[in-house]
């Protein structure tokens, strides 16, 4: 009869100890997924644009980073951004990779083609960055120039259709076309404002132009499929602009002078 007792006592606590077990197993709550988490908002930028968006540590930051993620809240989503190259921004709104791109991008005829954008931002100015001691007083005397611009931006564009396919080089990022023009393989820069005086404050040698080349606005690009996400952009851009959220986080990295 001992052994029996014995035999049932070990039965027992084996029993309470998988009861035990289970419980403490359940106590932690899954990962929230499916319909209950957050939409993702897929930002494509090319973090090499301050101070637009540039990399900071290890995070993208900047004027775009920022109005990306207030768009994010708006909208109930989560941002996640995407570094890549200026040119595939466009590709990769118009086959789904990203949502949105979110660029210092200037909406042109040739990029509507693409894609959609949303209404405007914020304006950028084109610049010219040349060497202190360089010949080049105004954007006319780039003729018979070599021109450095940033790939696929307006600024490869305009300068393309100024002075001449053979009068611009090209390259994948604005720092890239810096370093060629302080190396003497270009003659000059035209790039946006923005990133111009952040470059010429950080390099020894260079100036802008006291001219603009050309005035333009930034803008959202969606893919043409995708209304409804245009929309609630446009409608989350005009409550932002409103309440004076994008001026505010402009004012942060572009202080009114």
């Known amino acids: 009869m001992k052994t029996f007792k014995k035999v049932m006592a070990i039965l027992m606590a084996l029993a309470l100890t998988v009861l035990t077990f289970a419980s403490c197993g359940n106590t932690e709550k899954a990962p929230v997924e499916g319909a209950d988490a957050p939409a993702v908002l897929r930002m494509g930028t090319n973090a090499a644009f301050p101070p637009y968006e540039y990399v900071e540590g290890e995070k993208i930051v900047g004027i775009d980073a920022e109005i990306a993620e207030l768009l994010a809240e708006k909208l109930g989503m989560t941002l996640e951004i995407t570094d890549m190259d200026f040119g595939g921004i466009i590709s990769a709104v118009q086959n789904g990779i990203v949502d949105i791109g979110l660029a210092g991008m200037t909406v042109t005829d040739e990029r509507l083609e693409s894609v959609n954008f949303s209404e405007s931002y914020a304006t950028g100015i084109q610049v010219v960055i040349v060497p202190e001691d360089s010949d080049i007083k105004t954007p006319d005397d780039l003729n018979g120039k070599l021109i450095g611009v940033q790939e696929a931006t307006t600024g490869d564009a305009y300068a393309t259709d100024d002075f001449g396919e053979e009068s611009v080089k090209r390259y994948t990022n ?38 603009e080349y050309v005035v333009e606005d930034y803008a959202i690009a969606v893919a043409k499929d995708n209304t409804e996400l245009l929309d609630k952009i446009n409608t989350a851009l005009a409550e932002l602009k409103a309440d004076g959220s994008i001026d505010k986080i402009i004012e942060k990295y572009i202080p009114a002078e």
Do not use: H, M
């Not at 023009?181 to 802008?208: C, H, M, R, W, Y």
């Open 174 to 211: 604005g720092s890239t076309a810096v370093a060629a023009l302080l190396n003497g393989s270009v003659d000059a820069v035209i790039i946006d404002n923005e990133p111009a005086k952040v470059f010429v404050e950080q390099t020894a040698g260079l100036k802008l132009l006291d001219t």
